[in-house]
């Protein structure tokens, strides 16, 4: 009984030195992609967020074509609010790696310039647009 007890000991001992070790580089690849998807999924919301706030200040443009004292006080507030929106939205930005924030950040100036009450500002708002949909493309390809 002893005989064959030191025997099953030493067959689970031997096997248990024989098993591979958890391969660390595996595990490693594996929170890289973790971490890679994770920036990719912030830098969709950031994109998605950006064209939000290029759709608001399109949405300015009845304000714009009004000359009462109403309207222009309301397109300020809004212009206000939604500047603080960019602002945050910049502060997202400039947490990205820096080739993402190199393609994204310049579009905080064309957001900020399509969230106004100039009269212009519908054309900044067709600038910004084309560069968020050119910083997807170029980051989605």
Do not use: H, W
């Not at 397109?75 to 930005?93: G, H, P, S, W, Y």
């Amino acid at each position: 009984m002893k005989l064959y007890i030191l025997i099953l000991l030493s067959i689970f001992f031997v096997s248990c030195a024989t098993k591979p070790p958890i391969d660390n580089a595996v595990n490693e690849n594996v929170k890289e992609k973790n971490k890679e998807t994770a920036v990719k999924n912030e830098v969709t919301k950031i994109t998605r967020f950006a064209q939000a706030i290029e759709q608001q200040g399109r949405d300015l443009q009845s304000y714009r074509e009004a000359f009462d004292a109403e309207s222009s006080r309301q397109c300020n507030q809004i212009v206000e609010e939604t500047r603080k929106q960019t602002a945050d939205l910049e502060i997202r930005m400039n947490n990205l790696s820096e080739n993402y924030k190199k393609r994204l950040l310049p579009i905080v100036g064309e957001l900020n310039e399509c969230v106004s009450c100039a009269k212009k500002s519908l054309d900044d708002c067709k600038k910004a647009r084309a560069s968020i949909n050119q910083a997807i493309k170029e980051l989605y390809p």
